[in-house]
T-cell receptor, first 115, second 115 residues
Framework: DVKVTQSSRYLVKRTGEKVFLECVQDMDHENMFWYRQDPGLGLRLIYFSYDVKMKEKGDIPEGYSVSREKKERFSLILESASTNQTSMYLC??????????????FGPGTRLLVL | SQQGEEDPQALSIQEGENATMNCSYKTSINNLQWYRQNSGRGLVHLILIRSNEREKHSGRLRVTLDTSKKSSSLLITASRAADTASYFCATDARAGGTSYGKLTFGQGTILTVHP
């Protein structure tokens, strides 16, 4: 059974802290994604990675960075957390393949509150 | 940028009724997918329809795609209280080269099914 796990379900951090969100998938997927989800805005892509050590910016990369040192793990880093980064963060993975055929598998999400 | 736009934003029905949700998008696509999200959880893939298909069924789900109108609909027949969730359409943009499996999600339709 496919599985994507995220390190925390709920996280509370202070403004200015460095925050690490971890995502692990056990499906040997090449592609991994980080989204944030806010009411009224849907899912917005922050960063994605199509291979180890490879990363591409999504639609809203500002204030975030990512790391993919191993195929199964994709980390999202908030260098200096701010209150406007309070959100639900969703990780997803998918197989490499022909464009448009990859189903994404999602983790349960991390609800981050920055005070 | 968000390409898929769902309509309506919220839908409230009684158990046993059918629920129809619509999605519109702007650019040419390879396929369109529908996902479901239970409250506070990750998204789960429901169904994928390719750009050369017009209709697809999966259990109580029926999806249609009209590429000339750049629109899709998701029909859930004989709804149950357990169908209460948010439903998202997701598209991948048809473009030269690889898309790395990137999807653009709409803002979602919140479906409430009353027992």
């Amino acid at each position: 059974d496919v599985k994507v796990t995220q390190s925390s379900r709920y996280l509370v951090k202070r403004t200015g802290e460095k925050v690490f969100l971890e995502c692990v998938q056990d499906m040997d997927h090449e592609n991994m994604f980080w989204y944030r989800q806010d009411p009224g805005l849907g899912l917005r892509l922050i960063y994605f990675s199509y291979d180890v050590k490879m990363k591409e910016k999504g639609d809203i990369p500002e204030g975030y960075s990512v790391s993919r040192e191993k195929k199964e793990r994709f980390s999202l880093i908030l260098e200096s957390a701010s209150t406007n980064q309070t959100s639900m963060y969703l990780c997803a993975s998918s197989l490499w393949g022909l464009a448009g055929k990859q189903t994404q598998y999602f983790g349960p999400g991390t609800r981050l509150l920055v005070l | 940028s968000q390409q898929g736009e769902e309509d309506p934003q919220a839908l409230s029905i009684q158990e046993g009724e059918n629920a129809t949700m619509n999605c519109s998008y702007k650019t040419s696509i390879n396929n369109l997918q529908w996902y479901r999200q239970n409250s506070g959880r990750g998204l789960v893939h429901l169904i994928l329809i390719r750009s050369n298909e017009r209709e697809k069924h999966s259990g109580r789900l029926r999806v249609t795609l009209d590429t000339s109108k750049k629109s899709s609909s998701l029909l859930i027949t004989a709804s149950r209280a357990a169908d209460t969730a948010s439903y998202f359409c997701a598209t991948d943009a048809r473009a030269g080269g690889t898309s790395y499996g990137k999807l653009t999600f709409g803002q979602g339709t919140i479906l409430t099914v009353h027992p």
